[in-house]
C-alpha cells in the first residue's frame, strides 16, 4: 500500500497561488490513480481532483475547474495540486489519496481511494 505525505499548504492571499504536494513511498505509485479532496471546517470531506496512473486523463469538481491542475511525476513517486485564482471557499484542510492498484477508475468518491496523507491547510484571506 502506499503511504502519502502532503505538504505545500499555508495562508495566502484571494487571488494568489499555491502547490501542493504529495510525497509517495510504496512501489505501486505509477500503478494507482491519485486525487485530492478536502474538508473545510464543519463541512464533509469533497472531491477535488483525480489523475488516472497510465495516461494523464484528469476529472475536477466544478468548483475548482480552470484554476487548479493535478499532475503527477511517476519517476519520483509525487503528485501535485496547482491551485490559482484562490478564493476564500478554497480554505480547506487538502488530503490526497491513492486509489486501486490497476484500477483505470479516476473516481471522485472516497470509496475509490484507499490510502490517505494526514492533509495539509490552505488559508485563503479576503
Known amino acids: 500500500q502506499v503511504q502519502l505525505v502532503e505538504s505545500g499548504g499555508g495562508l495566502v492571499q484571494a487571488g494568489g497561488s499555491l502547490r501542493l504536494s504529495c510525497a509517495a513511498s510504496?512501489?505501486?505509485?505509477?500503478?494507482?490513480?491519485m486525487g485530492w479532496f478536502r474538508q473545510a471546517p464543519g463541512k464533509e470531506r469533497e472531491f477535488v481532483a483525480a489523475?488516472?496512473?497510465?495516461?494523464?486523463?484528469?476529472n475536477y469538481a466544478d468548483s475548482v475547474k480552470g484554476r487548479f491542475t493535478i499532475s503527477r511525476d511517476n519517476a519520483n513517486n509525487m503528485a501535485y495540486l496547482q491551485m490559482n485564482s484562490l478564493k476564500a471557499e478554497d480554505t480547506a484542510v487538502y488530503y490526497c489519496?491513492?486509489?486501486?492498484?490497476?484500477?483505470?477508475?479516476?473516481?471522485?468518491?472516497?470509496?475509490?481511494?484507499?490510502?490517505w496523507g494526514q492533509g495539509t491547510q490552505v488559508t485563503v484571506s479576503s
Open positions: 510504496g512501489r505501486t505509485f505509477s500503478k494507482v490513480a
Open positions: 489523475i488516472s496512473w497510465n495516461d494523464g486523463r484528469t
Open positions: 489519496a491513492a486509489g486501486r492498484v490497476w484500477s483505470l477508475v479516476i473516481g471522485t468518491r472516497e470509496n475509490d481511494f484507499v490510502s
